[in-house]
C-alpha cells in the first residue's frame, strides 16, 4: 500500500514539472468531451501574456513588438498605416492547422474542441477580433466557409453564415472592416471541376448562389473589396475541356457579379487573384497579363481590378514585382496579397514574407501607384508546419509587417535619393526629341522612320547600366 501511494506521489510531482503554467486558465478545455462544445463562451483572454503590439524601433530585441512599422510615422508625405493597410487573412490565421499531402495537422489551439460547429465558428471569431486588436491593425478578410459551417441545404448554411456574420459585425465595432471577403468555391467535392467553368450547370447556378451570399454578407460588414479566386477555374486536360465555352462561362459569370454588386449598392471594388495552376493544371487567370487580356476581351477591364499574390507571381514565372508592374501600368493593381515562396519548393508555400530587397521592390510598385486603398496588404500566409506556438502567430504578423514597412523606408530613399530613377530617364533620353515624341504619339509612320535611319546612320547604342542599377538598389537596402 505504502509503495502505491509513493508512485502516485510521483506520478503528481511528474506532472506538475512536464506541465506548462497557463495563465488565465480557458473555462472551454480544448478536447472534443468539453461542455462547452455547443456554447461559444470563453472565459478570459484567447492569447494571454501577449500584450498590444506597439512600435519600439530597430534597436529593440523584442520578438513581440515592431522595429520598422510605427503606423502613425509619416512617409513621403502619407502615414505608414495608409500605405499598408494590413490585414489578417482569417483562413490562414485561424483555420491552418499545418496539415500537409504528407503528415496530419500538427497545431490545435488552446480555444479549438475539435469541432466544425456553429458555436466554435462563433469563438473562432471572437478570438480573431482579439489578434486583430492586439496586433493593432483594423482591417481582417475571410473566406464564407472559413468562418461559418456548411449546413445540409444552402439554406441552412446561408443561415450559419449570417448568425457568424452578425457576431463579426458586433466585434468589429466602428473601427474594423474586411480589406475583403470571399466564397470558397475550390474545397467541396461539388467544385471538382470548377465553379464558374464547371460542366455541370447545377454547380454553376450553386456557384453563383454561394457568390450572392458572399457578396451580400461582404457588403453588411462593410467590405471594401471583394475577391474572385478560381483555384478550380481551369483544367487538367484539354482532351475532354471546351476551353471556349468555360472562358465564355467565366466571363458571363463575372459580368452577373458586377450586376448584382450593383444592384444591392456595393461600392466595393471587385479583384480577381491569377494563379498560374495548383490545384488545376491550367488555371485561366494565370498572370496578371492573362487576367488583363482576357477582361478586355470580355469587356470587363473597368469593372476589376487584380489581388496580385506574390507566390503566385513566382509559380507562373515571375518576380512579384513583374506582377505588380504588369498590373499597374494596366491600371489594375488593387490589392497584394503579402507572401512568398520558397525557391527551392515547387508549389504555393505561401511564407511571411521576409525579404528585404523583394519588400523593397514591391513597396516601389506600390508608391508608383500612390497606394493601394481601397485595396491593402493581407497576409495570406501561413505559419511552418513545425511552429505550433501561439505566440507564433503574432511573431509571424509582426516580422511581415516590418518587413514590408522596411521596404517602405527603402523606397521612400531611392524616391527622395533620385539616383535610381535618374539612371532610368538618361537611358530612354533619345526619346525626349522631336522625333521621339512623333512615335510616342503614335504620329510616325515607317515612311519618316525609314529617312531618319538613313538620314542618321547605325545608331550608337549606351550601356544599360544595370549593375550601377543593382549598386544603388542595394545601397538602400
Not at 466595393?268 to 494563379?275: S, Y
Not at 499574390?309 to 513566382?314: R, S
Request: proline share 4%.
Amino acid at each position: 500500500m505504502m509503495e502505491a501511494k509513493k508512485i502516485v506521489l510521483l506520478l503528481v510531482c511528474l506532472n506538475v514539472v512536464s506541465s506548462p503554467v497557463i495563465a488565465s486558465p480557458p473555462t472551454c478545455a480544448a478536447n472534443l468531451d468539453s461542455q462547452c462544445a455547443d456554447s461559444d463562451y470563453w472565459e478570459g483572454e484567447f492569447f494571454p501574456g501577449i500584450p498590444k503590439i506597439k512600435y519600439e524601433g530597430p534597436s529593440s530585441k523584442n520578438p513581440l513588438a515592431y522595429k520598422w512599422y510605427n503606423a502613425e510615422e509619416v512617409i513621403l508625405g502619407k502615414k505608414m498605416k495608409d500605405w499598408m493597410r494590413f490585414s489578417v487573412a482569417f483562413w490562414h490565421t485561424f483555420r491552418g492547422t499545418g496539415a500537409d499531402p504528407f503528415g496530419a495537422p500538427t497545431k490545435s489551439w488552446p480555444w479549438e474542441d475539435g469541432t466544425n460547429s456553429l458555436a466554435m465558428a462563433k469563438r473562432r471569431m471572437r478570438a480573431n477580433f482579439e489578434f486583430i486588436n492586439k496586433l493593432g491593425v483594423d482591417r481582417w478578410c475571410f473566406h464564407d466557409r472559413d468562418i461559418a459551417p456548411d449546413g445540409k441545404t444552402l439554406k441552412e448554411t446561408n443561415a450559419n453564415l449570417d448568425e457568424v456574420v452578425t457576431l463579426a459585425k458586433e466585434l468589429q465595432g466602428s473601427k474594423i472592416r474586411p480589406l475583403w471577403g470571399t466564397a470558397q468555391l475550390f474545397l467541396h467535392p461539388r467544385y471538382m471541376h470548377g465553379g464558374a467553368t464547371s460542366s455541370e450547370v447545377g454547380v454553376y447556378a450553386y456557384a453563383a448562389a454561394q457568390v450572392k451570399k458572399a457578396i451580400e454578407v461582404t457588403h453588411y460588414l462593410g467590405g471594401e473589396n471583394y475577391v474572385f479566386w478560381g483555384g478550380r477555374e481551369g483544367y487538367q486536360s484539354l482532351l475532354n475541356t471546351d476551353m471556349g465555352r468555360e472562358l465564355d462561362h467565366l466571363a458571363r459569370f463575372l459580368e452577373a457579379a458586377v450586376a448584382y454588386k450593383k444592384k444591392i449598392g456595393f461600392n466595393g471594388t471587385l479583384l480577381i487573384e491569377p494563379k498560374p495552376q495548383e490545384p488545376t493544371k491550367h488555371q485561366y487567370d494565370w498572370d496578371a497579363a492573362t487576367t488583363a487580356n482576357f477582361l478586355r476581351k470580355y469587356g470587363l477591364i473597368n469593372e476589376f481590378k487584380l489581388n496580385i499574390e506574390c507566390n503566385h507571381a513566382t509559380l507562373s514565372g515571375h518576380s512579384c514585382h513583374h506582377d505588380l508592374e504588369t498590373a499597374r501600368i494596366n491600371g489594375l493593381l488593387g490589392n497584394i496579397d503579402a507572401n512568398t515562396g520558397d525557391p527551392q519548393v515547387g508549389w504555393d508555400t505561401d511564407q511571411f514574407m521576409t525579404d528585404i530587397g523583394e519588400a523593397t521592390m514591391v513597396m516601389l510598385s506600390v508608391i508608383k501607384n500612390g497606394g493601394l486603398a481601397p485595396g491593402g496588404f493581407n497576409f495570406d500566409a501561413k505559419l511552418r508546419r513545425e511552429s505550433t506556438d501561439v505566440e507564433d502567430l503574432f511573431i509571424a504578423h509582426i516580422a511581415g509587417m516590418d518587413t514590408l514597412a522596411r521596404g517602405l523606408r527603402n523606397a521612400a530613399k531611392l524616391i527622395e535619393d533620385g539616383s535610381l530613377a535618374e539612371l532610368v530617364r538618361k537611358r530612354y533620353q533619345s526619346f525626349d526629341s522631336e522625333i521621339g515624341a512623333q512615335i510616342e504619339a503614335g504620329k510616325a509612320d515607317f515612311e519618316l522612320l525609314e529617312k531618319k535611319a538613313m538620314e542618321w546612320g547605325e545608331p550608337k547604342v549606351p550601356s544599360a547600366k544595370q549593375e550601377l542599377a543593382e549598386m544603388i538598389f542595394q545601397s538602400a537596402l
